[in-house]
């Protein structure tokens, strides 16, 4: 079965960065693209951007525009996001999730990224 | 830039049916999705492309679209179907999900 597995919980100081990993298992991993969605507390879902994992183009949302990036590794079935120059407004649940038909089909479990001095 | 509108809550008794309706316009001929999101969980799709549903959810969730308005319709609601429902389009103009603005559904 699909399963997406992410990286563990970060806390982080403000200006740092912070990268999360999204392992794919149960499906071949370069043929579908993985959207990067994120949550604050109380508020709905964020989509942040895109990577196709077989021709790796990309695409992110303007709003983070120079400080994401997202990258991946087929031999490992995994993919990426780098967020760089983190201020307290990007504390959130980070998911990754795997298209299918224009949906967001399947769900990692999120990680919580926390950013405070 | 493209809004999808819901209504913030819609509360409904135990074995009633809850309607939770999303807004765009037109969808710009774009499929849409729902999703349910309970408290410290991932969300999970529980219709796509209008009205499909993904193996393993109840009949009792089904999706129609009209026009300008596609709904979520949850049959003989229980108390397990207490959460925050989304709903979703891919803009392909601007190549990215649009997510609604979230419905929370309460089970009296």
């Known amino acids: 079965q699909v399963q997406l597995v992410q990286s563990g919980a970060e806390v982080k100081k403000p200006g740092a960065s912070v990268r999360v990993s999204c392992k794919a298992s149960?499906?071949?991993?370069?043929?579908?693209?993985i959207h990067w969605v994120r949550q604050a507390p109380g508020q709905g879902p964020e989509w942040m951007g895109w990577i196709n994992a077989g021709n790796v183009n990309t695409k992110y949302s303007q709003k983070f525009q120079g400080r994401l990036t997202f990258t991946r590794d087929t031999s490992a079935s995994t993919a990426y996001m780098d967020l760089r120059r983190l201020t307290s407004e990007d504390t959130a649940v980070y998911y990754c999730?795997?298209?299918?038909?224009?949906?967001?089909?399947?769900w990692g479990q999120g990680t919580l990224v926390t950013v405070s001095s | 830039s493209y809004v999808l509108t819901q209504p913030p809550s819609v509360s409904v008794a135990p074995g009633q049916t809850a309607r939770i309706t999303c807004g765009g316009n037109?969808?710009?001929?774009?499929?849409v999705h729902w999703y349910q999101q309970k408290p410290g969980q991932a969300p999970v799709l529980v219709v796509y492309v209008d009205t499909d549903r993904p193996s393993g959810i109840p009949e009792r969730f089904s999706g129609s679209k009209s026009g300008n308005t596609a709904t979520l319709t949850i049959s003989r609601v229980e108390a397990g179907d207490e959460a925050d429902y989304y709903c979703?389009?891919?803009?392909?103009?601007?190549?990215?999900?649009?997510f609604g603005t979230g419905t929370q559904v309460t089970v009296l």
């Open positions: 979703q389009v891919w803009d392909s103009s601007s190549e990215q999900y649009v």
């Open positions: 999730a795997r298209d299918s038909r224009a949906a967001a089909a399947y």
């Open positions: 149960g499906y071949t991993f370069i043929s579908y693209t």
């Open positions: 037109n969808f710009r001929g774009n499929s």
